[in-house]
């Protein structure tokens, strides 16, 4: 592995649920409307389900798509919510009713991203090889050139407008809207299986399947390579700040620090607790809490800002733990609050004090 | 991390030519086991016709992988698809593959190896490679591909036996099964065959390695007789005029005293390397005199052919590049009255078909191996011969060891573990390989030098 463990022997802090709710079935993701009141999830039997924020009572399931639903994201203005499964369909649902706005059915594959503009009336899609920007009520306005293998992650520049970056084998993509083809190829012999910009868009991190992340500094191009993971890499997030990149891959979260001369030749930060691989891996929106989920069914909030200052002393961290199931999706709302989705169906939410 | 309760789901990998029955196959799978819960994940130009089956399209994606290993290669759309079929609450009995015409099966395997949400809930069931027995000559000669579908195989399916005759099938079947050592070979019309010999074979599970014993075609000996005969320094071998100037012969000697044909045929692959070796001509009237030594008996004389055997007295065999029959040998006592009937003897088939390029080498004695010689031995093998080895499979006597040693391995990759103990049972080493340009002298002496001491040859 790439360092070693920390010295320290953290206090752990018992963290409970405000509400927890059950879906029976494996929640594949999870999304907060923009104006705090619902949560949609969806599963792996192809349904959407929305869940009140107050109190984790249902408001509402239906079946949206064939085999699974993989994907369930609300716009930004909350007018919205759009849905991306595994037979290739992508749905946009009137917020209101939950009415059917568009229906957008693709070539074969699975809608495994989707993202909604920051305009409203936007939504772009990946599916099997390609990629597709379509209007909120199912227009097809740009049709992207076909890639050479499927696209794993596709994210939004966080600076530059109406730009953003798919990941496939072998390369990692930049593109913009309005043109058809890449603006820019960043090759990796490799598969890659997930993609995160820094949000200063100075740094794109890659999540590879040979047990390695990989780096490209931006706008010159040089990358980094960092071996050793126990297994493929599809966690990765960044805080606020740009500071640090975290990572999985592994029982541990991997921590490098991008501040001062960055990371090369550096030793990461290793954050051990989980008993299996992490699942999942999210920073909060701002601050420095680091949220895993992993195949234990256990959730560590971390607060890192003493990794900012020597010798200072971690705070506790805070744990949960679901028996028998694994953490199969997490997302943050606030700083201070974020809810888990799990494989048995269960979504917990959080508030942390 | 949670007990995995439920046992891993197997996947069964139908390969083989457009043409040859696969679909078909396929289809007779899902309708024949209708009521289990079964998903295909079919390729692209696939057609299942059965409707109510759980169908997902892939494109075949296969990736590299940056580990070291130069033959390492995934198939990526199965790590996506299988790791999200797996995450449904009504988990499915059963998943087939079925691939493109041409693929090398490799990738396949090997994500099973390489992966560790494929290889934590699944299992590589069985690779099936259905044949069309009147068409796979016209290719098998010529494509890598169809000899890779062969040579990886769990399960050969020989299909459209109806467009063939016997006589052609047995041909077809010896042929395969000197590629491939290890498959079930079934024969079929429309692909109908028995579920149990196509599903559940467990290919790949470590505790049934070499469950069924691989089946050896003989391979192709520079010798086609030996015979077992009691010798002494009065016994004399005589020859008459043959089709050939020459002849190659060797003695080797048994420690033990009774006849055995399975152990004559046993002793070959010790004569073989011997036959490799630099040997001495003789000439009528001379004499042989050393075992373990190969000689080649000048025949051109004409009439009667005598040599001496100037050996103690013992149970020797006699092994000899052509029959006996092709030079009307004997053996006879001193005053050349009594000719000797072999006390047991063992005819090598000569000129089977046989395909050069990719072929199974098994290997198999007593003795205990040095673990750590093993492993470098293994290791080195894998290193630099990885990419011609399509599978290998064993179990070894390790010597200080009560467990048995199984292991298995796709090109480059290897999995291996300490096994059940040895029970009341002889403690044996069984291994092979199946894959391209495979030098069997040199695999065989490779093991053996691994051998803590050499193998008893004697007779039990």
């Not at chain 1, 992508?90 to 939950?98: G, P, R």
């Not at chain 1, 299996?276 to 560590?300: E, T």
């Not at chain 2, 040579?151 to 016997?166: E, G, M, P, R």
Request: contains cysteine; negative net charge.
């Amino acid at each position: 592995m790439p360092g070693e463990r920390t010295a320290f022997e953290p206090q752990i802090t018992e963290l409970a649920p405000l509400w927890r709710t059950s879906l029976d079935d494996y929640v594949n993701e999870i999304s907060f409307s923009p104006n705090g009141d619902l949560l949609a999830a969806a599963d792996a039997s192809g349904g959407i389900s929305i869940v009140s924020l107050d109190d984790g009572k249902l408001r509402g399931k239906w079946q949206a798509h064939q085999l699974g639903t993989l994907k369930v994201q609300w716009s930004r203005s909350g007018k919205y919510l759009a849905s991306g499964g595994q037979d290739a369909k992508l749905i946009v649902y009137d917020s209101k009713d939950f009415s059917r706005v568009a229906e957008m059915s693709l070539r074969r594959g699975w809608i495994e991203n989707l993202l909604w503009h920051r305009k409203d009336d936007l939504l772009l899609a990946a599916c099997g090889k390609q990629v597709k920007l379509y209007s909120f009520d199912g227009h097809l306005i740009q049709d992207f050139v076909e890639q050479k293998s499927t696209i794993s992650d596709l994210v939004w520049h966080p600076q530059i407008p109406d730009m953003f970056a798919t990941s496939g084998y072998s390369q990692a993509t930049i593109w913009h809207i309005g043109q058809d083809s890449p603006r820019r190829t960043l090759a990796w012999k490799g598969s890659i299986l997930k993609i995160d910009y820094s949000p200063n868009g100075k740094v794109l991190a890659a999540g590879c399947q040979d047990s390695s992340a990989h780096v490209w500094l931006l706008p010159g191009g040089s990358d980094l390579r960092m071996d050793g993971y126990a297994t493929k890499v599809k966690e990765l997030t960044w805080d606020s700040d740009s500071t640090f990149l975290a990572s999985g891959g592994g029982p541990q979260a991997v921590i490098w620090d991008f501040s001062g001369k960055g990371p090369a030749g550096s030793k990461p930060e290793m954050l051990a607790g989980h008993d299996g691989f992490i699942s999942v891996l999210k920073f909060a929106p701002s601050g420095l809490l680091l949220a895993s989920g992993g195949l234990d069914g256990l959730i560590f909030i971390r607060d890192l800002s003493y990794l900012k200052k020597r010798k200072a002393q971690p705070a506790p961290w805070l744990v949960h733990h679901q028996e028998g199931a694994e953490v199969s999706c997490l997302n943050w709302r606030g700083a201070l609050s974020l809810a888990a989705g799990y494989s048995d169906g269960t979504i917990a939410f959080f508030q942390i004090k | 991390m949670p007990e995995n309760e439920q046992r891993k789901v197997p996947v069964t990998v139908l390969t083989g030519f457009l043409g040859s029955g696969k679909t078909t196959l396929l289809n007779r799978i899902l309708t024949e086991n209708h009521g289990k819960r079964i998903a295909v994940i079919e390729n692209e130009f696939g057609e299942i016709g059965i409707d109510d089956a759980l169908v997902v399209q892939s494109d075949e994606e296969i990736f590299e992988m940056n580990n070291g290993c130069i033959c390492c290669t995934v198939r990526g759309d199965l790590i996506r698809i299988l790791g999200n079929l797996m995450r449904r609450r009504d988990r499915f009995d059963y998943i087939l593959v079925e691939t493109t015409g041409l693929a090398d099966p490799a990738p396949v395997a090997q994500t099973f190896f390489v992966d560790d949400e494929v290889h934590e809930l699944l299992e590589l069931d069985g690779i099936v490679t259905v044949i069309d027995s009147k068409h796979v000559l016209l290719h098998l000669d010529s494509s890598p591909e169809c000899k890779e579908q062969i040579a990886f195989a769990d399960v050969i399916l020989l299909n459209k036996t109806d467009l063939v005759s016997t006589e052609e099938l047995d041909r077809l079947e010896e042929k395969i099964r000197a590629m491939n050592a290890m498959a079930k070979i079934f024969r079929s019309k429309d692909a109908a065959v028995d579920m149990d010999n196509i599903l559940n074979v467990k290919g790949f599970d470590l505790d049934r390695a070499l469950a069924v014993k691989p089946t050896f075609l003989e391979p192709e000996y520079p010798f086609e007789w030996v015979g077992q005969y009691e010798l002494d320094d009065t016994c004399k071998l005589e020859l008459q005029d043959g089709p050939d100037p020459s002849m190659n012969l060797l003695l080797m000697e048994y420690q033990g005293s009774k006849p055995h044909e399975t152990t004559l045929n046993g002793l070959a692959e010790q004569a073989m390397r011997q036959f490799s070796h630099e040997k001495t001509k003789l000439k009528p009237g001379e004499s042989l005199s050393r075992i373990d030594h190969l000689y080649e008996l000048n025949l051109n004389t004409p009439g009667t052919m005598t040599f001496n055997f100037a050996l103690k007295k013992g149970i020797y065999a006699v092994f000899t590049q052509h029959r006996p029959e092709e030079f009307q040998m004997a053996i006879k006592t001193n005053s050349g009255e009594q000719t000797l009937k072999p006390q047991a003897e063992h005819s090598f088939e000569a000129g089977h078909s046989h395909d050069n390029e990719v072929s199974s080498v098994g290997i198999e004695c007593d003795g205990n191996i040095n673990h750590i010689k093993f492993n470098e031995w293994l290791g080195c093998l894998l290193r630099e011969k990885g990419a011609d080895i399509f599978r290998m499979k064993g179990i070894v006597s390790v010597a200080g060891e009560d467990q048995r040693f199984v292991f298995q391995g796709v090109h480059m990759l290897f999995d291996g573990r300490p096994d059940r103990p040895w029970l009341d049972e002889k403690r044996i080493n069984q291994v092979i390989f199946i894959g391209r340009n495979l030098n069997r002298n040199e695999l065989v002496e490779g093991f053996q030098k691994c051998l803590v001491k050499e193998p008893h040859l004697s007779l039990k």
